[in-house]
């Protein structure tokens, strides 16, 4: 009944608007107009009018339009268009037709018109319209009614954003900006830096490289390296084209490591870092003016109350000390939270030294802020602080200014000549042509003028064929990185530029797993690109260690800044450090030598043409910065240039003169160790170059000296340094075995370590030229040519392309030459006599001395026997411009029946020297004979070796992994290994450890599988067999006359006293030894047991190759019974 109800009460409602219709019947609904009234229609204002001003503003539809006067300011009211209403925008979103846009073009109109700058646009002359039309300030598509005139010029109208183009042709130079040329030191330089905690480098390398370059950084700060000491290998992956890094990993224990990655056009020196055990730092130092000191700091999670005292002592120690401190690091600390009292104590102490804090957000992902950057003195301006996906901690990349930083720094250069096939042939053609061959060589006035006209022939020949240039070094880059792999970094960039906009969980496993993706194929395509190319120079041993040393040692040492000033600064500190050496022992007068050599050697004997081509060849490829003949050129083109060179170097020998160009060295200062500081010249040890051709002339005249010294028996027996079949290891087992066989009388034996300083600089050269003659016999013209050699000598100091003034040389050995070794140890013969007038038994290598002797049972009387022989070798040495170094003075007792204290007060003035262990030679020795302290080295360094060849295994074919595992490791076993014999079965197991774990390496067997097979497949003799290897192999040179004569001296045939089978089988006396590990031990006493148990048919093998060959047989066979 209800919509009935509302159905009838519409009536009243219909009949009312009825009734309005009739009454107003006249009326219409609808707005009409008739035709012309519609067609009448105009608006208010004039297009023009929009525009209220002048004249120029008016009628702007055409030029052809004549222009109004000035009108009045009620005329100009009524012409302005209504005022939009503030709820409605008078413009819409997204047209280019509001007033600013219009005045824009006409400006850019104006501007092409060729109106200055600075001309009132309501001011402008009658012929700028001739070059205007109103479409100018309008939508290139919008046209209005009103206006139907043509423009009275052609307008061009270009598709892109400036509509605005000149009315001619051809190209406007006013849209050409200057560029300033870049200087190396810029007054304000903004430098582009990050603080990253990486959190495990190693397995994020390429990725975090490729963060480096696509966010042009140029210093990166990174914590939670997690790298161990001494390790370098993520670095090769890491490190961008062009860029260095140092690395300050945690000494001990998991975790930690700071590391800094920086363009190597800065100078950054790496400071020592203070140890503290509540946080890590790495200090570095940034060249400019004034210097700017970096520090990244790493504090462990874990609470530490005295972090609050070390930091400040750690502030206090460095900051008086820069006018510029940029601290960075993970610090750890909530300042975020404004009630942590940790977080306000650690702001207070900061705020205390004027530091200023700049990071104000978030950089974990739990929202807290422990990533901080201080800084005093330097502007910092933060740039980005996000998450990128690759660590919980969030990357700080900010900006500093530093002014006038050193930067630009190309790297060293040097001065080079490009030798190739060709060029040695356009050399050869040319000198042909000369007239030098054309000249009798053997009639010339003087060696200097023919070495003069050579030399000059040969270098205006060099400057045609091959010029001498600058080269740079070469700009690193990645050629591994292929279009594959550059594609799968752009997938990964999409990726996190996807995750960033949506901030979606599935966006970032995306992006994990494409990053992750990346990093495995960019190890795969460098690995692929190395072996490649070592395959391809598998022939050339020295391009396999090169490679290496770039995989495990990316980054050298930073170069130093050359310099003519440097130079001079080197060459004055080695100069004064020679003579204040001098100066602080001045020498003593000493006595005219007492015997004289029975034989004489009065002339050098001339070459022929295939010796000297013989020693030519043997030469290495070494060559001085400014040697006027390189050697290539010597070697290559020899049938050409070799008869002037044999009459030359004749002529020297004949004349006994040097010419002087052969006297002259080139020094470059080499730092020690990378580790060390580049400002301390002290750091620095001065590397000699001498030409080519004086290492010829020097060789020949060794070889010759050589033989006069081995035919008349004169020379040092006990001196192994730089002779011929003598080494270390053999010096050592002959002072090993004499510390045995005393030891086993049941005597204390004691041996001293005597060392010199800058023995080689220190050399005398008149008492250098009276030991020749006196004690050598030479004599005649063989003396004037070592006259001539030592004397008028110079050298200067290169550092890339710079080079310093010529200093003469007054003392010393020529540095880098051949005959500088064997000069030393002739002028050391008198020595020996004065160690066997004591009756002590001494052995030298070089300028390191070894003395030992037996300590009687009355103690005083032989210490007081040896400081009587130390005196004497003091007043020698003096007498010789020599110095003993006595903080280097070492000495070790072997089987001591004193405790520590009473040795003390035993030796009295030597009891500062005494020691535990002496390194001797890179053996360490102890007082009980158990060499453990040795093997623990050798262990642990070979482990380490092995340790950076396993990272380096993936870029090594096999057959070139078992070179490395041979040079870097097998020969730290092999080293001195014969002074192994009757060592504690548990020494030689460690040692077999490591030979086990390098055959694991090399084969990729399993930790638990069986380790006998793969030596056996390797062929590879145990450790235990290697010893016995080592020591009959010598035995072997000893019968056949080509060990040294000191080692010949203890063994001897077994002769029986009657008509034996045994007589004709070449077996060798076994001493007999009281104890057996004392004598027993002994090489006199081992060799024999050995070689008597070889079967004869090896004991008579006529030659080493066969010997060794069967001998190894022989242990195999014994060390794998069942292969």
């Not at 009108?71 to 600013?100: E, I």
């Not at 970094?489 to 797993?513: H, N, T, Y």
Request: hydrophobic share 40%; aromatic share 10%; proline share 6%.
């Amino acid at each position: 009944m209800a919509p009935v109800c509302l159905a009838g009460r519409l009536h009243c409602s219909l009949l009312l608007l009825t009734f309005l219709l009739i009454c107003y019947s006249g009326g219409s609904a609808l707005l009409t107009y008739d035709r012309l009234t519609l067609l009448s229609l105009r608006p208010p204002y004039t297009y023009g009018s929009y525009f209220h001003g002048s004249d120029p503003w008016c009628n702007l539809g055409d030029a052809s339009l004549p222009r109004t006067d000035h009108l009045s300011g009620t005329c100009r009211r009524s012409l302005l268009p209504p005022l939009p209403s503030r709820r409605r925008r008078y413009r819409k979103r997204g047209k280019r037709s509001g007033v600013r846009v219009r005045i824009k073009a006409y400006l850019k109109a104006r501007y092409v018109a060729g109106f200055d700058v600075d001309v009132d646009p309501l001011r402008l002359p009658p012929t700028f319209w001739e070059h205007f039309t109103f479409r100018l300030f309008r939508h290139r598509w919008i046209r209005h009614a009103e206006f139907q005139a043509r423009p009275a010029a052609a307008v061009v109208y270009s598709s892109a954003r400036c509509w605005i183009k000149p009315p001619k042709g051809g190209v406007c130079y006013g849209n050409l900006c200057r560029l300033r040329r870049a200087s190396n030191c810029d007054s304000a330089t903004s430098t582009r830096m990050a603080l990253f905690n990486v959190r495990s480098l190693t397995n994020k390398t390429f990725i975090v490289s490729d963060f480096f370059t696509a966010t042009g950084l140029d210093l990166l700060f990174m914590t939670e390296t997690w790298i161990h000491p001494g390790e370098s290998f993520p670095f090769s992956e890491l490190l961008p084209p062009n860029c260095a890094f140092f690395s300050s990993p945690r000494p001990s224990g998991r975790g930690g490591g700071l590391a800094v990655v920086f363009r190597n056009k800065f100078r950054v020196r790496h400071l020592p870092s203070p140890m503290f055990p509540s946080f890590e730092a790495q200090l570095l130092e940034l060249a400019g003016t004034p210097l700017t000191l970096c520090v990244v700091i790493y504090r462990p999670p874990k609470y530490n109350k005295t972090f609050i005292n070390d930091f400040g002592d750690f502030l206090a120690s460095l900051y008086l000390n820069y006018d510029r401190v940029l601290i960075t690091g993970d610090f750890n600390i909530h300042i975020c939270c404004k009630d942590d009292v940790f977080a306000k104590d650690f702001l207070t102490l900061v705020d205390s030294f004027n530091l200023i804090q700049w990071v104000d957000a978030p950089t974990h992902l739990k929202g807290h802020t422990l990533d901080l950057i201080f800084s005093y003195g330097l502007d910092i301006c933060i740039r980005d602080i996000s998450n990128i996906g690759i660590s919980d901690h969030f990357p700080v990349i900010f900006d500093a200014d530093l002014c006038k930083l050193d930067q630009g720094f190309e790297g060293p250069r040097r001065l080079v000549r490009i030798i190739n096939p060709g060029t040695v042939a356009e050399f050869s053609a040319a000198f042909s042509k000369s007239v030098l061959p054309d000249i009798d060589c053997s009639t010339p006035s003087s060696v200097d003028d023919f070495a003069s006209s050579f030399l000059s022939t040969c270098s205006s020949l060099l400057d045609v064929v091959a010029p001498m240039k600058v080269k740079r070094p070469r700009s690193c880059s990645q050629p591994w990185l292929n279009e594959s792999l550059c594609a799968l970094r752009r997938v990964c960039r999409q990726a996190e530029r996807r995750w960033k906009k949506d901030g979606l969980q599935v966006s970032f496993d995306i992006l994990r797993r494409t990053r992750l993706e990346f990093q495995k194929s960019a190890k795969l395509a460098k690995t692929a690109f190395l072996l490649g190319v070592i395959a391809d120079n598998s022939h050339n041993p020295r391009f396999l260690f090169k490679t290496f040393n770039s995989l495990i040692n990316p980054c050298p040492e930073t170069p130093r800044l050359a310099s003519l000033a440097l130079c001079e600064i080197f060459l004055t500190h080695f100069t004064g450090r020679i003579l204040s050496l001098r100066a602080s022992h001045p020498p003593v007068m000493s006595q005219a030598p007492a015997l004289r050599c029975s034989t004489n050697l009065n002339q050098f004997n001339p070459v022929s043409l295939p010796t000297l081509k013989g020693i030519v060849d043997h030469l290495k490829n070494s060559n001085a910065a400014y040697d006027i003949l390189p050697s290539r050129i010597i070697k290559d083109g020899f049938n050409i240039i070799g008869p002037c060179i044999l009459s030359l170097i004749n002529l020297s020998l004949l004349s006994g003169c040097v010419p002087a160009a052969f006297k002259h060295a080139v020094v470059q200062p080499l730092l020690k160790k990378s580790s060390l500081d580049q400002n301390d010249l002290a750091n620095f040890r001065p590397i000699s170059k001498l030409p080519f051709l004086s290492k010829i002339l020097e060789k020949i005249v060794h070889s010759q000296l050589q033989a006069y010294l081995d035919a008349n028996n004169i020379g040092e027996k006990f001196q192994s340094g730089f002779k011929p079949r003598h080494s270390t290891e053999t010096a050592l087992l002959r002072v090993f075995n004499d510390l045995l066989s005393i030891a086993d009388s049941g005597r204390p034996v004691v041996l001293i370590l005597l060392d010199f300083s800058s023995a080689f600089d220190l050399v005398d050269h008149s008492v250098l030229l009276m030991r020749l003659e006196h004690l050598v016999g030479i004599t005649g013209s063989a003396l004037s040519w070592f006259k001539s050699y030592l004397s008028e000598r110079s050298f200067s100091v290169t550092m890339g392309t710079y080079a310093s003034s010529i200093a003469p040389v007054t003392s010393g050995v020529p540095q880098g030459s051949v005959l500088g070794p064997m000069l030393f140890s002739l002028y050391l013969l008198p020595l020996g006599r004065i160690f066997d007038k004591y009756n002590f038994s001494f052995h030298f290598y070089a300028d390191d001395i070894q003395i030992y002797f037996e300590l009687a049972e009355d103690v005083t009387s032989s210490l007081q026997h040896f400081s009587d022989c130390m005196n004497e070798v003091k007043n020698y040495l003096l007498s010789n411009s020599l110095i003993l170094n006595d903080k280097k003075t070492e000495i070790l007792i072997f089987d001591t029946p004193f405790s520590r204290a009473e040795s003390t007060g035993v030796f009295g003035p030597f009891a500062d020297s005494l020691s535990d262990t002496v390194r001797d030679l890179g053996v360490v020795l102890d007082s009980s004979f158990k060499l453990d302290k040795h093997v623990s080295s050798v262990v642990k360094s070979s482990f380490y070796q092995l340790r950076l060849i396993s990272k380096a295994r993936p870029y090594i074919p096999r057959k070139d992994l078992e070179k490395l595992i041979h040079a870097f490791v097998t020969s730290r076993l092999d080293y001195c290994n014969s002074l192994y014999t009757g060592l504690h079965s548990a020494l030689i197991h460690k040692l077999q450890l490591v030979q086990n774990a390098a055959a694991r390496l090399l084969t990729g067997a399993g930790r638990f599988e069986s380790i006998t097979p793969v030596l056996s497949d390797l062929h590879w003799l145990p450790i235990k067999f290697r010893i016995d290897f080592k020591i009959l192999l010598l035995t072997f040179k000893i019968i056949n006359n080509t060990a040294p004569s000191y080692l010949t001296d203890l063994l001897s045939f077994y002769i029986p006293g009657r008509a034996l089978r045994s007589a004709g089988q070449m077996l060798l006396v076994q001493p007999r030894s009281r104890l057996k590990t004392r004598g027993g031990r002994a090489f006199a006493a081992v060799a024999p047991y050995l070689w008597n148990n070889l079967p004869l048919a090896i004991r008579a093998s006529d030659s080493i190759q066969s010997f060794k060959s069967r001998l190894k047989t022989y242990l195999f066979s014994l060390a794998f019974p069942s292969s």
